[in-house]
């Protein structure tokens, strides 16, 4: 078995930045350090806060930047989003705030979702989250009384074993209050870099082909075929691997080498020593990147690729928007584009391999540029059907779904209708993460970025202006924990899961409460991923990074 290892994550934003910026009456941001990791789109919510009174509320455990904009802060525990937004979902309802004319016309399965949702009393969830009774109250009747609405969220929702209700509960929350397919509304997932929305679009994910068309359908999986110049048996039906799912395989000796684009593994996979494991165990490792990466060391072959300045083609971004990126340096050495270099491997596989194909599969391979490229994906792929270089080229701003070359592309989702027709409501139950805290380890460790630096850091790390502002790895402490373990001043501190330990500088603030560190993972000698669990949600695969339990010392 051969893995392909990349980055990248799933959904996408129902609304535009810029309407969302300028039509939401209200925002509720949820499981996203927004100013830091998404800082353009935090600035445009400070913007509407300030010069036109937007109201923002804020749910997460930590103090980030973003809550001294926001009329409320929620800090509910790690890992109880569920039972939060079931909880103001429970409060909407008992008051009939819900916008019941939506509920009727455009949604389904309402009463099963109201039955689970009736069980989430203001008492029950308070206990569950921490979170004060007047204040689940207040957000409410905010959320209720100012529409639309505008609801954001980035990794601190999806990186939980309960990753996907958690997605499903503000898609819940959405639809009984009619935010959706709206200007001002929707549900908007602010995408993790540059460009994931892209690379999950084209069928970087394991369960779809580009355009999100299931490889389980035996009528897709024809269209393909034919337009490859394959037959329908050398297409699977079955769904792939994740990332984080390849690497146990490679230690039972199921998967004997791994193909790893614009990834780094040690440093962005949970549970790090498992990881190193699992690298030294394949037989084969090829590492496509554009620096050696902390992974680098694992490669039996390195593929030198071209940086995004060193080539032509697009990034479709956070809101959907096809983006036209030209060639402005020429690339070192022997560095090519990543197309290139994965077409040229692809027909050396067919040509020498054992793998019977027809001429037009070898052929397929035979690309000049990116715009062949995109023709190819025009013509596969539906929600791309439109988007043309030529199109760009002239100036033109695409979202998709872009259903042919006449259409002006899709700024919100959903107008009129869903995409399956009726929205379905879906029942969802609060479960607690994995690991909780116990008497070995008995804080809870949360991870994340700084505005400073990129996941493992090896582009930001290599430059001298931003180490100078931040020059290691911090692990947030708060001021009653700091004094329980004894640090004094400015103080190093050990922190321990049962994957292994770190030793960093600690910052003591009230950023967090108590019983919580808060870690990242950009420096390789102090990577909270070497602590975290590789949980995974049971249907997106997603690791529980948000969630685990620690020991925290001072050294």
Not at 169 to 176: D, F, H, I, Y
Not at 253 to 263: H, N, S, W
Not at 278 to 300: N, R
Request: one cysteine or more.
């Amino acid at each position: 078995m051969v893995g392909l290892a990349t980055a990248f994550g799933s959904g996408a934003m129902t609304n535009s930045i810029d309407d969302i910026a300028d039509d939401a009456q209200a925002f509720f941001v949820i499981g996203t350090n927004t100013t830091e990791n998404h800082p353009v789109i935090g600035m445009r919510i400070r913007q509407a806060v300030r010069q036109r009174g937007a109201k923002l509320i804020v749910a997460d455990p930590r103090k980030i930047d973003l809550t001294n904009f926001a009329v409320l802060h929620l800090r509910h525990k790690p890992g109880t989003d569920i039972a939060l937004v079931n909880g103001l979902m429970h409060i909407i309802l008992a008051n009939g705030w819900e916008d019941k004319e939506f509920i009727k016309n455009r949604t389904e399965g309402f009463d099963d979702f109201k039955a689970v949702v009736d069980e989430y009393t203001p008492e029950r969830v308070s206990e569950i989250t921490g979170v004060p009774l007047e204040e689940l109250q207040q957000a409410a009747e905010i959320l209720a009384q100012n529409k639309p609405t505008a609801v954001l969220w980035a990794m601190g929702i999806t990186q939980h074993t309960t990753g996907v209700g958690n997605v499903m509960s503000l898609a819940n929350l959405q639809m009984l209050l009619g935010n959706m397919g709206v200007p001002g509304g929707g549900t908007n997932p602010l995408r993790g870099q540059n460009n994931v929305q892209g690379a999950c679009d084209l069928g970087g994910l394991p369960n779809v082909y580009p355009g999100y068309q299931k490889v389980t359908s035996p009528e897709i999986r024809s269209d393909y075929a034919r337009a490859w110049g394959l037959s329908d048996e050398q297409l699977s039906l079955e769904v792939g691997l994740t990332a984080t799912e390849m690497m146990p395989l490679a230690l039972e000796g199921k998967l004997k080498a791994i193909y790893i684009l614009g990834e780094d593994p040690l440093m962005s996979e949970p549970d790090t020593n498992h990881i190193r494991q699992a690298m030294e165990t394949c037989d084969l490792v090829v590492l496509q990147e554009i620096f050696p990466s902390e992974t680098a060391p694992y490669a039996d072959v390195l593929l030198s690729g071209a940086s995004f300045a060193e080539k032509d083609g697009t990034f479709t971004n956070t809101e959907r928007r096809v983006q036209l990126v030209h060639k402005a340096v020429e690339s070192p050495g022997i560095a090519r584009p990543d197309w290139w270099i994965v077409s040229e491997l692809a027909k050396k596989i067919l040509k020498e391999g054992k793998r019977q194909v027809g001429e037009a599969a070898y052929s397929g391979w035979d690309y000049q540029n990116a715009a062949e490229i995109l023709e190819e994906i025009a013509a596969l792929t539906p929600i791309y059907a439109g988007v043309s270089m030529q199109r760009l080229e002239n100036g033109e701003t695409l979202q998709w779904p872009v259903k042919d070359q006449d259409h002006p592309g899709t700024p919100i989702l959903h107008v009129g209708q869903f995409t399956r027709g009726l929205g379905q409501f879906t029942p969802v139950e609060h479960i607690p993460p994995v690991e909780m805290p116990d008497e070995n380890y008995p804080m809870i460790l949360s991870t994340g970025r700084v505005l400073y630096h990129w996941h493992g850091g090896q582009m930001t790390r290599r430059s001298k202006g931003l180490l100078e502002i931040y020059p290691e790895a911090l692990i947030e402490v708060s001021e009653d924990d700091a004094e329980r373990i004894g640090l004094n001043g400015s103080r190093r501190v050990r922190v321990s899961s049962r994957r292994g330990t770190i030793e960093a500088q600690a910052m003591v603030t009230d950023r967090v409460p108590p019983g919580m560190v808060y870690a990242n993972f950009h420096f390789p000698e102090a990577s909270a991923n070497e602590l975290t669990i590789a949980a995974l949600d049971p249907v997106a695969k997603i690791p529980e990074y948000k969630v685990c339990a620690v020991k925290v010392e001072a050294v």
